[in-house]
């Protein structure tokens, strides 16, 4: 069995170049490969574009990235909670597409599944379609949407073994399962690497052929985007 396990994260990201596209897992400040990303704001590589469900915030996740103005375009589809992401789009300094959730899911997914490219009804009749091929299908307009073409796809999970094999574990579940294989490389970032052979294959979500790199993080932290309390009495 290919043991796809590297020793670093500094060896993980071997190969990321100025210009080049990511795909970033997570949704939220949930399931980002947080030690991947910090070592790309240390590398440096700059001109980037990254597909993400949100561009993190302001002192966190992928807006690390954008405070060193590292990030030419995102591709997202909700980014509110980030005001160093509204101020560079609002001063023309980021390229900013706006993508419907579903939508952002499936060009990941079709690209995992190697599918060029697919319709859907969504964002029909609305600026998303604008310079798209549109076709009728049982009566209901639909949008011709391309799969994505990055060069690595830089995910998180719970667990993971050296062959590659991936366990996401609750919300962490959301993009980084459809992103996975649907890049040239995908680094796999875990929170416990254990042995191949270790994990019940009935759990796992992402099989290793699809990873072609995985290490284990450290220091991950649990943010909370919008904290709400109920009001003391």
């Known amino acids: 069995m290919i043991n796809k396990k590297v020793n670093t994260v500094q060896e993980a990201i071997n190969g990321i170049k100025d210009g080049m596209t990511l795909l970033v897992g997570g949704f939220g400040l949930c399931g980002i490969p947080e030690n991947t990303i910090a070592a790309l704001v240390q590398n440096g590589s700059k001109n980037l574009t990254c597909i993400s469900n949100n561009a993190g915030v302001d002192d966190f996740g ?131 690497l254990v042995e191949a052979g270790s994990l019940d294959p009935n759990q796992i979500h992402i099989p290793g052929i699809f990873v072609q790199r995985i290490f284990q993080g450290e220091k991950y932290e649990k943010r909370i985007e919008q904290r709400t309390v109920r009001k003391k009495e």
């Open 62 to 192: 992928l807006g690390l990235l954008l405070h060193k103005k590292q990030i030419k375009k995102m591709i997202s589809s909700y980014v509110g909670e980030n005001a160093e992401f509204e101020r560079q789009m609002l001063t023309g300094e980021l390229e900013v597409e706006l993508i419907p959730q579903g939508t952002l899911a499936e060009r990941c997914r079709a690209a995992q599944a190697g599918i060029p490219a697919f319709y859907t009804p969504a964002g029909y009749g609305t600026e998303v379609a604008e310079g798209k091929e549109t076709r009728d299908f049982n009566g209901k307009m639909h949008v011709l949407e391309h799969a994505f073409q990055a060069d690595f796809a830089i995910v998180k999970a719970w667990k993971g073994d050296t062959a590659g094999n991936l366990i996401f574990k609750g919300t962490a579940r959301n993009f980084n399962p459809v992103m996975a294989g649907a890049a040239k490389v995908t680094i796999a970032e875990v929170e416990e």
